[in-house]
């Protein structure tokens, strides 16, 4: 029997999710598994037409169509990382034959959400039981320093596997570039790459922060001509104080007119 089409996505970790598994990831919390309904909840973009199903535990089958949402949305970015194989960062030590030899094995469909797939999941995304692990070195921060440098060099580039890779392994999303003197979102700004940014800033990235002449990558997407980017990096940073503005007076500041908690203000 075909495992069900998913209905959730986890953004962070970059998979699609059925219903099943969906509750055992919003047991993790959100500083482990960011999840969304796929057609009811609210997304940057509105045409949510997502393909083929996945095995309940991330695990996407091949030959899903292209998403067609705008390219600034996050689903966007969970659709290109799933349909590239970004289940296989959280199940690496999992394609080792040896590891099947030895009795430790995916959950299937078939197995029972309790207590078999909650504790894979959970093995899986809060314990980090499958990811790659790097050889042991005496100075941790020398290796999470060199994985981030690799960080603010892939995220010129498209491949979002490569980068949520380093993430998984400690990369730091606001990392300074000494030598830079820029944040790998920085980057991303100049080159265009929106589904980049939208990552970073899922792993923390801040839109504000500034290089070391004071630009911030908002400022590097403007002067790119990257301006769907620069918008939405001013709706991640404005985010929380957005849905506040939303609460309290029944729509959002336009940023446009500068950056006003209370919408009323810029109307003056």
């Not at 899986?124 to 070195?137: D, E, G, I, N, S």
């Not at 100075?139 to 580039?157: F, I, M, N, P, Y």
């Not at 606001?174 to 790459?193: D, I, R, S, W």
Request: proline share 8%.
């Amino acid at each position: 029997m075909p495992p069900p089409d998913p209905g959730w996505a986890s953004i962070n970790r970059g998979v699609l999710i059925c219903d099943e598994c969906c509750s055992v990831h919003r047991s993790l919390g959100r500083h482990i598994s960011i999840v969304k309904h796929l057609r009811h909840s609210p997304w940057p973009a509105t045409l949510l037409q997502v393909g083929a199903g996945d095995t309940g535990m991330g695990g996407m089958r091949t030959g899903t169509p292209p998403c067609p949402l705008g390219p600034a949305c996050p689903l966007q970015m969970v659709h290109t990382l799933a349909s590239n194989g970004a289940n296989s960062i959280w199940e690496h030590s999992l394609l080792d034959p040896a590891q099947v030899q030895s009795g430790r094995r995916k959950a299937n469909p078939q197995d029972k959400v309790h207590p078999t797939k909650s504790e894979f999941i959970r093995a899986k995304y809060q314990m980090l039981a499958f990811v790659h692990k790097l050889p042991c070195r005496d100075d941790d921060g020398v290796t999470a320093k060199d994985l981030s440098k690799q960080l603010h060099s892939s995220v010129r580039t498209g491949n979002l596997e490569t980068c949520l890779r380093l993430l998984s392994l400690g990369a730091q999303a606001n990392f300074f570039h000494p030598e830079k003197g820029t944040t790998p979102l920085h980057v991303a700004a100049k080159a265009g790459q929106i589904l980049q940014a939208e990552l970073l800033v899922v792993y923390g990235a801040d839109p504000g922060a500034p290089d070391v002449n004071g630009r911030t990558p908002i400022d590097y997407a403007r002067q790119a001509a990257q301006h769907e980017l620069a918008e939405r990096l001013v709706e991640c940073q404005y985010e929380l104080t957005d849905r506040l503005a939303f609460y309290l007076c029944g729509r959002k500041p336009d940023h446009k007119n500068g950056h006003y908690i209370i919408p009323q203000m810029a109307d003056r």
